[in-house]
């Protein structure tokens, strides 16, 4: 199946949450570029420290979201909080609900969501602790591992990739929703 996936990250990403569904979508023969808002590498962080640095494949001046099947966003706090302030960002992912494509978030990833303007009304799930700024934002949230809403897959920390992967995968697959939206 010939799909191509951006990853959207800066420095301070949850690492597992990057590297985990990356893996996941190489292993079902999916392109995969990490992008991000400079070019060269960024930094992950694991367990509360500065961890691996990853390459950057692309900025996000070089694409659009018409390049790729779908879009995945790790958390970590620090990449979402740069991501929400960064408008060619914000612009890259709400593409991506108008083209009724499939997104995937975890943990905080969803901060960058509500800044981009596209959870309202969503059934998701995220952090526990970014719980209430879902809710003020419009969001339906719930406390489950993995919660889909028409082609808009979050999970809500590390415990949960398998099951974010998984459904991650399966979105992927389907293709475009016609009912997802912003």
């Known amino acids: 199946m010939d799909k191509r996936i951006a990853i959207l990250a800066t420095n301070g990403f949850e690492e597992s949450e990057l590297k ?19 070019s060269g590498t960024i930094k992950a962080w694991a367990d509360g420290n500065w961890s691996n640095e990853y390459t950057v494949d692309k ?13 995945v966003l790790p958390g970590g706090v620090i990449n979402p909080d740069k991501l929400r302030r960064n408008e060619d960002a914000l612009v890259f992912v709400r593409d991506f609900f108008k083209e009724k494509k499939p997104v995937a978030a975890i943990c905080h990833a969803p901060w960058t969501l509500i800044s981009a303007d596209v959870v309202k009304g969503r059934k ?30 979050t999970s809500r920390n590390p415990d949960d ?15 475009k929703h016609e009912l997802q939206h912003a």
């Open 59 to 71: 900025t996000l001046d070089q694409v659009n979201s018409k390049q790729y099947n779908a879009l």
């Open 20 to 38: 985990s569904p990356k893996e996941a979508m190489e292993a079902e023969g999916f392109k995969v570029d990490i992008v991000s808002e400079e």
């Open 161 to 175: 990739l398998p099951a974010f992967n998984s459904k991650l995968v399966e979105e992927i697959k389907e293709g």
């Open 124 to 153: 998701m799930t995220s952090f526990n602790s970014i719980k209430d700024d879902l809710v003020n934002a419009g969001a339906n949230w719930v406390d489950e591992e993995v919660v889909v809403d028409e082609g808009f897959v």
